[in-house]
């Protein structure tokens, strides 16, 4: 039988308190992280579509379908696309959390789809009720988490801040302008990429592309001077602590392979 020196037995002995003291301490470790998987892979149970033009609930011309284990956004069936952008809501809302999703751009764009938005799309975060918006309003009042795909010409970044009835502070100076860029690299072609939003209420947010942080604000808020924005404002409060998640539909293929979400302590 084999015989355990003193120095071995000691040092085994403080590694069994080091780790009732993690376990104690709720340390996290990677396996510990409970991702909660909100597209099943097989249906759209969960999620709402909402199309500029149309009442909730109506998934014109099969904007959004499942095949494949995937979301496919499409526009086979639009004799021309019309400004009839598309969000595609989750049932629930969330404050403190990581979102994180997998997408793809495909084909070609839909004919009569503005130039701006080729090879784009996003996720939005900090939504609006979908049932508070106008049949025809274009766009949520949110943070939209902008994809972008490489147009073969242009550097295109993506995990962008876009900002539809809102604004937010970046530098601790309140940033006003619609559309600031990351500094994530341009993926071109159909390649699956990877963002993900680490949201904590109304303070700060976090945008990584395939990993890595490439841009980050905070505080925010509802713009004032924003006619869909302004029913949000109570009592001069502008702040956004919480709200829906929803995929973008802006008249160009895309596919969404995996949408996943961590809560996180307030």
């Not at 969330?94 to 701006?116: C, L, T």
């Not at 029913?231 to 709200?243: C, M, Q, S, Y």
């Amino acid at each position: 039988m084999s015989t355990w020196s003193k120095s071995q037995r000691v040092r085994l002995i403080g590694l069994l308190w080091l780790g009732i003291a993690l376990v104690g301490s709720g340390a996290d470790t990677p396996g510990d992280e409970k991702w909660i998987q909100l597209f099943n892979g097989k249906d759209l149970t969960g999620w709402t579509p909402k199309i500029t033009g149309y009442p909730l609930g109506e998934n014109f011309a099969d904007t959004f379908t499942v095949a494949d284990g995937v979301i496919k956004v499409r526009y086979d069936k639009y004799p021309t696309f019309e400004k009839q952008f598309g969000h595609l809501f989750y049932k629930d809302k969330f404050s403190n959390y990581r979102v994180r999703v997998e997408y793809r751009f495909v084909g070609d764009q839909a004919k009569g789809g503005p130039s701006w938005a080729t090879r784009n799309s996003g996720i939005m975060i900090h939504c609006q009720p979908p049932e508070t918006m106008r049949k025809d309003q274009e766009f949520p009042v949110s943070i939209e988490v902008q994809f972008l795909g490489g147009d073969g010409k242009n550097a295109r970044s993506t995990g962008n801040l876009c900002s539809p009835g809102t604004h937010v502070v970046m530098d601790k100076k309140l940033l006003t302008r619609h559309c600031t860029n990351s500094s994530s690299e341009t993926f071109a072609g159909d390649q699956w990429v990877t963002v993900e939003a680490e949201v904590h209420g109304d303070k700060t947010i976090i945008h990584k592309v395939n990993g890595k942080p490439v841009i980050e604000y905070e505080q925010a808020q509802y713009d004032p001077g924003d006619k869909d924005a302004q029913p949000f404002i109570k009592d001069g409060a502008v702040l956004i602590k919480e709200g829906y998640i929803a995929l973008q539909a802006e008249s160009h293929p895309i596919e969404f392979r995996k949408v996943e979400i961590l809560q996180l302590k307030d």
